[in-house]
């Protein structure tokens, strides 16, 4: 079956690193994705993997291995504005997204 | 930004009664998706479409219908409102093109069905 988990929450200080672990079992893997959704808003694109490795985006980096079915999302200097929800979707063989339920990250001072 | 919009914001209905909910896109992208997310669970597809008059079912698709006429619009009709249809509802839309797979969000319909 297809199948997306993540920490349903996780806390972190300002300043600090934070890892977000994603794990999927997908029929006809094509990629990983992860979004951020602030409360009450849009899902955002962060980054999308399809090959083993970790990609670097500023202070955020996206690391994927596909022998292992598992991905993160690496956040460093953590800042208070990235409160948020972070999502992992992986897409199937149709280039269908399948969504975790997500992963609330919450920032204290 | 990715030019999408949603219309209405936000609804409040009664149960049994019909509701169109709409998705603009001024980026002429050829595919297009609806979601719903409900607390605990993931986005979940409910309609896609891969072109005008091109659609297909997601996996909570029961009680939801689609048309697409145009590329820039997609709308999402609940044929009869009912209670568990409330929900916070996306639109989504994606290039395609070459390897660009990503998809971009409409800022979302606030549908309560009471």
């Known amino acids: 079956g297809q199948n997306i988990d993540q920490p349903t929450e996780m806390t972190a200080t300002e300043g600090a690193i934070v890892q977000i672990n994603c794990t999927y079992q997908t029929s006809g893997f094509n990629g990983l994705f992860w979004y951020q959704q602030h409360a009450g808003e849009a899902p955002t694109f962060l980054s999308y993997?399809?090959l083993d490795g970790l990609e670097e985006k500023g202070r955020f980096s996206s690391f994927l291995s596909r022998s292992k079915g598992y991905s993160y999302l690496l956040l460093k200097e953590l800042q208070m504005k990235d409160s948020a929800s972070y999502l992992c979707a992986s897409m199937d063989s149709n280039y269908q997204l399948i969504w975790g339920a997500g992963t609330k990250l919450i920032i204290k001072p | 930004d990715a030019g999408i919009t949603q219309s209405p914001r936000h609804k409040v209905t009664e149960t049994g009664t019909p509701v169109t909910l709409r998705c603009h896109q001024t980026e002429n992208h050829r595919y297009m998706y609806w979601y719903r997310q409900d607390p605990g669970h993931g986005l979940r597809l409910i309609h896609y479409?891969?072109?005008?008059?091109?659609?297909d079912k997601g996996e909570v698709s029961d009680g939801y219908s689609v048309s697409r006429s145009k590329t820039e619009d997609f709308l999402l009709t609940l044929e009869s409102a009912t209670s568990s249809q409330t929900s916070v509802y996306f639109c989504?839309?994606?290039?395609?093109?070459?390897?660009?797979?990503?998809?971009?969000f409409g800022p979302g319909t606030r549908l309560t069905v009471t």
């Open positions: 989504a839309i994606k290039d395609g093109a070459g390897e660009s797979y990503e998809q971009y």
């Open positions: 993997n399809v």
């Open positions: 479409s891969y072109g005008v008059k091109d659609t």
